[in-house]
């Protein structure tokens, strides 16, 4: 009797242990929600803009397969990374943010995409897609992750940030001169510690270190190339167009208090999207030992660019009555004193090439004409100075000369090997060497008398070794159209031997723009009279200016 009950006892413990099994294996999986932990769920120390954080997380019967993220709990962003570095926009001078993460299954989804995903009282949006045409809604063959639970408690993080002032500097060796023609350039480059994202404008004043009536320049978060040009050149006080890079329009709004024949001083300062701001800059000239630089007003029609290397021979500007007789005995008593007194032409100096071609061409653009001139050979410390002549002019010439202006150039050089690709705007196509000395196949004697292909032109006798041994001129292969009037009386040059031409700039009618006078010999102290190879020959060289500026630019004597 007691074995069968044993029996049967033994009995029921198996089917009763074979029914729990059954019962395990066909109960369904009711899937734990993941639990989300930040790696630093406390923040007292104030951070920068720019932060990393790193997240977990963690569920009993799975994988966690992603994380959303957010900063205010309404808009999330799916992310499989479990660390992150955000950029975080400042919207006071400090500002404190709260990060929340939950932690997310990517199994046991409803296996349709869906547009919301509540839970909770949380809705994260709709389920991560790849989308594969770029147009921000999913399509049906664009693949998605089905989400399954959520941690509907996110973790969570304050995050105190402190905002860093942005700053503004003048680039290295972009300051200005200390004296400059009504239009000038600065370089300023900006920055922000919390990223150049976060700078939100660069106010800028003329003469007004309390920004009374600043000027607001928005969309610079590096480098701002600066132009200021004097809207009346003519004034004494005026407005300025500003110009942003080589944008050649203008920004609508002036500066306001351009002084000219006065010092000025550029004040920039430079906020960021919190509202931080930089300590006030101040323009300084190259010296750096004022504040400010001098603006000359433009007073004539007649400006002078001096290339000339020896500025103790320079025959505009020396102080010595004998070199410096092109501003006493030539310049100033053509056109019956035209270019003298009140109305006295100016003058800019090239010769260290301080001056942006973009100023440069605004500079030029405030005279009915310019005169250029230089030395007949380059200075041995620096053998570019003739070419940088070519160079400048090669820039802003041909705009000039096509807009209305006259240019006069005497420019000569004792370099081999000028570049050709500088003399596009001008008169010639090669140059060629003439040496006075060694070479006597092309001879320059004391009273070399140059042929004159324009009648209309005096005759002038030039010395051809009045300066300096070895190479003094040269003579120039002619462009195509060019109009000859000086050329050198031997041939051994061939075509190559003509030393001044003319050339007309035109528009698409063929009406007459602009023209230009180019000489490759040196129209001052060479040119000598009959009776002596050292006597400048004064009466020649008004008659040649007078006929230059008179007949071919059209300038009315007094």
């Known amino acids: 009797m007691k074995r069968r009950f044993y029996f049967f006892t033994g009995v029921l413990v198996l089917l009763w242990l074979a029914g729990c099994r059954d019962a395990v294996v066909n109960a369904p999986n009711t899937f734990t929600a993941p639990e989300t932990r930040l790696v630093v769920d406390t923040i007292n120390v104030v951070q920068k803009s720019t932060v990393r954080f790193q997240w977990s997380g963690e569920v009993p019967d799975g994988f966690v397969g992603g994380y959303f993220v957010s900063f205010d709990k309404q808009n999330w962003t799916f992310t499989r990374s479990q660390d992150s570095t955000f950029n975080l926009t400042l919207f006071s001078l400090d500002t404190t943010y709260t990060l929340y993460v939950s932690a997310c299954r990517t199994d046991g989804g409803n296996k349709v995409y869906d547009t919301a995903s509540p839970r909770g009282t949380i809705n994260f949006g709709h389920e991560p897609f790849t989308d594969l045409d770029a147009n921000g809604t999913r ?6 992750t089905d989400i399954g639970l959520i941690d509907e408690s ?27 023609f009504p239009a000038v350039q600065f370089t300023l480059q900006v920055s922000d510690p919390d990223g150049n994202s976060t700078i939100d404008r660069i106010e800028l004043s003329l003469n007004d270190s309390l920004f009374l009536n600043p000027l607001r320049i928005t969309g610079i978060n590096d480098l701002l190339i600066l132009t200021i040009e004097a809207r009346d050149p003519r004034s004494s006080t005026t407005d300025a167009n500003v110009y942003l890079g080589s944008n050649p329009t203008a920004l609508t709004t002036p500066l306001k208090n351009f002084r000219l024949d006065n010092t000025n001083v550029l004040y920039a300062r430079v906020f960021d999207a919190a509202g931080a701001v930089n300590d006030t800059l101040r323009s300084m000239p190259r010296k750096r030992d004022t504040v400010g630089w001098y603006a000359r007003r433009v007073t004539s029609t007649l400006l002078i660019v001096d290339g000339y290397g020896d500025v103790s021979r320079d025959p505009f500007q020396s102080t010595i009555a004998a070199d410096g007789f092109m501003r006493d005995s030539v310049m100033t008593k053509i056109l019956n004193g035209k270019f003298s007194g009140a109305n006295r032409y100016q003058t800019l100096e090239i010769k260290r090439y301080i001056i942006a071609s973009g100023v440069l061409q605004r500079i030029l653009g405030f005279y009915d004409i310019s005169f ?27 705009a000039l000369l096509a807009g209305g202006k006259y240019a006069l150039m005497c420019v000569a050089s004792n370099s081999t090997s000028i570049n050709t690709n500088a003399l596009g705007f001008s008169t010639a196509q090669t140059f060629t060497v003439v040496n006075a000395v060694s070479d006597t196949t092309k001879p320059l004697s004391l009273k070399t008398r140059f042929v004159r292909e324009d009648a209309g032109y005096p005759e002038i006798i030039y010395n051809g070794i009045a300066l300096v041994p070895g190479f003094l001129l040269n003579g120039m292969l002619l462009q195509p159209g060019a109009e000859p009037i000086y050329r050198l009386p031997n041939t051994a040059q061939g075509s190559a031997n003509y030393v001044c031409a003319r050339r007309r700039y035109t528009n698409l009618q063929g009406l007459e723009t602009g023209r230009l006078i180019f000489c490759t010999a040196g129209m001052f102290k060479p040119v000598r009279t009959e009776s002596g190879s050292t006597t400048t020959n004064f ?19 007094l």
Do not use: C, H, M
Request: no cysteine; hydrophobic share 35%.
């Open 539 to 557: 009466t020649a060289l008004r008659a040649f200016y007078e006929k230059v500026f008179k007949d071919e630019f059209n300038q009315v004597p």
């Open 372 to 398: 250029w001139y230089n030395d007949l050979r380059a200075a041995a410390s620096d053998p570019a100075d003739n070419a940088l002549s070519l160079d400048l002019a090669q820039s802003v010439l041909p």
């Open 154 to 180: 996110p973790a969570e993080l304050r995050i105190p940030v402190e905002n860093s002032p942005p700053k503004l500097d003048f680039t290295t060796g972009s300051d200005v001169p200390d004296s400059t």
């Open 139 to 144: 399509s049906d063959n664009e693949p998605f």
